[in-house]
């Protein structure tokens, strides 16, 4: 889930076929972790998390899967929809010294579904 | 329930005059956290307030400052606009230390 400025990284799949969104976190202090999908115009519109005490999570129709070991996390969507066609963010946070609710964000993955 | 709610949607602003906007959380979330989103740098934490404190802050100048009214409601303001301010200004609620949940945000053009 890296990008570079308007040039996101972009997934395009089938309609019907199933996604897979991977994200590099940086800090192993991070307690959750959370997935949001943005559409064009809107916010982030929150999809699953997964606490770090767990290697797997489902939702409906997706699925999160994190790996400690290798500060790596991912999104998986069955049976993509086009309605599934947005910018795809994963977030960290990481408790800080106030206990706070700072989220540090991944530069994003387009998804993009073919009908 | 009613989700998190932003005013103004859309604004533009000169060089140098300075700008307000608010954050009206989900009922009973007491966290509201604002970031901002632009292409380059992608969404950046701005500040975090819980109970009219503020809890956390990013690395952003000081023209950036925020504020949280006793019903949870908070404004963030920005002065001595700057071109590079043109962003998406998103606001997010939580209860506590939880899952953050957006509004649609409201986008900045400085002219």
């Known amino acids: 889930g890296e990008s570079v400025g308007l040039h996101l990284p972009t997934l395009s799949v089938q309609e019907g076929d199933n996604s897979i969104i991977n994200c590099a976190y940086s800090n192993s202090a991070s307690d959750y972790f959370i997935w949001y999908k943005q559409e064009s115009g809107k916010g982030p519109q929150f999809i699953i998390d997964?606490?770090?005490?767990?290697d797997k999570r489902q939702g409906q129709r997706v699925t999160v899967l994190l790996n400690k070991t290798v500060k790596h996390l991912s999104l998986q969507i069955a049976a993509t929809q086009p309605g599934d066609s947005a910018v795809y963010f994963c977030a960290e946070h990481s408790p800080g010294g106030n206990a706070g609710n700072m989220l540090t964000f991944g530069g994003g993955t387009r998804l993009m579904v073919k009908p | 329930k009613a989700g998190v709610t932003q005013t103004p949607r859309y604004l533009i602003k000169t060089r140098g005059q300075q700008v307000t906007l608010s954050c009206s959380p989900i009922s009973g979330h007491r966290s509201v956290s604002w970031y901002q989103q632009t292409p380059g740098q992608g969404l950046q934490f701005l500040f975090e307030y819980f109970s009219e404190t503020q809890r956390n802050k990013g690395n952003f100048p000081g023209r950036f400052s925020g504020r949280q009214f006793s019903n949870s409601r908070s404004e963030m303001n920005v002065s001595t606009l700057e071109l590079g301010d043109s962003a998406l200004y998103l606001c997010a609620s939580s209860l506590g230390q939880s899952t953050q949940y957006f509004g649609p945000g409201t986008r900045l053009t400085v002219l």
């Open positions: 997964i606490r770090s005490n767990m």
